[in-house]
């Protein structure tokens, strides 16, 4: 079958900044209680941890960061290292989120979000056994939270049990039904069952919450390819490329798009396309191949076909070569 390029959401959920600031507020009303500051210090703090998630939900997790350095010069304090974490996570500094998230989970062990970031940090990092266990030991605290749930799903998706991810992911969703990301990621679960029409049911409803979200656009779009709607799946791959114009992937699949409505000159000049963004991609080379062949341009095919087989990829170049048409 046709290689498709769609990759997880994250395992993060955003939520409304109401109700981060909430959850700051309930969890550090808990940490107060520590007596390891004054009343006043304590109302301090709160406000300031208030006000750097509302940065961070707002989309400037850097200016968050600099809020929490000042509250940690004062002391530990496990939402703000739980805060610097998220923020550091944000910024694609995978390794010192890590730290962060270690240091909080020592400070309050009791707080989930904390072993969910342990956990999202460690599954960007390809320790999935680890990631699965930090999510687990979320769910100790708090059974039914959606974000250690979407983690867990992550993590057997990646391990192909797309089963056991759809059924994580249906609890999550019962647990927090607004919730878009998770909506994205059961399309993704149907779209490796096989249950490519089901697919493109979740990512209708995520894409109309969410109707410039490029990563969607390009998964319906390859959930339309495998139920033989190629002009929806072209007109979903258009729109992820209009919004995300340097995604090596989002050309590919829109290649597969021309190749199904047999437009194999502009296939060709998306695949090499995709090719200019990201190297040493197999199937990149193989479909790009098979469009030379159609188009009469064998010599080029067959380069392809060995490029592929270089990397790793020698079956489509056997056949043509046992049928006379490469060398």
């Known amino acids: 079958m046709t290689h498709f390029a769609w990759t997880p959401a994250p395992a993060h959920l955003s939520r409304p900044v109401a109700v981060l600031l909430l959850l700051l507020a309930v969890a550090l009303g808990g940490c ?46 496990p939402l703000a290292r739980l805060g610097t974490g998220r923020a550091l996570l944000a910024l694609g500094r995978t390794s010192q989120a890590l730290e962060e998230f270690n240091r909080a989970t020592q400070l309050m062990p009791s707080l989930p979000q904390a072993h969910v970031g342990r ?27 959606a974000q250690a749930l979407n983690g867990l799903a ?67 779009a390859a959930a339309h390819m495998l139920t033989g709607n190629a002009r929806a799946a072209l007109a979903d791959a258009d729109r992820a490329l209009a919004l995300a114009p340097e995604e090596a992937d989002f050309y590919y699949n ?7 409505l047999l437009d194999h000159q502009a296939a060709v000049t998306d695949f090499t396309r995709a090719m200019a963004r990201r190297s040493g991609v197999p199937h990149y080379y193989l479909n790009r191949g098979e469009s030379r062949i159609l188009l009469g341009q064998t010599g080029e095919g067959c380069a ?24």
């Open 304 to 327: 392809d076909f060995r490029r592929a087989c270089d990397l790793g990829q020698c079956a489509r170049l056997e056949k043509l070569q046992q049928a006379k048409i490469c060398p």
């Open 32 to 77: 107060a209680q520590r007596a390891t500051h004054a009343t006043q210090d304590a109302d301090a703090t709160r406000d300031e941890l208030n006000k750097a998630a509302e940065l961070q939900a707002q989309g400037d997790p850097q200016a968050s960061l600099a809020i929490y350095g000042r509250i940690l010069q004062q002391g530990e304090e």
């Open 119 to 145: 956990g999202e940090a460690l599954y960007q990092l390809g320790k999935l056994d680890q990631a699965e266990d930090a999510f687990s030991k979320a769910l100790n605290y708090a059974p039914e939270d």
């Open 254 to 260: 829109r290649g597969l798009a021309h190749q199904g």
């Open 154 to 220: 992550l993590v057997a998706l990646a391990h192909d049990e797309s089963e056991q991810a759809l059924a994580l992911l249906s609890t999550a969703r019962n647990a927090a039904p607004d919730v878009p990301m998770l909506r994205y990621n059961r399309g993704l679960a149907f779209f490796r069952l096989g249950l490519y029409a089901d697919a493109v049911t979740e990512l209708d409803t995520f894409l109309a919450e969410n109707p410039d979200d490029a990563a969607g656009r390009n998964a319906r």
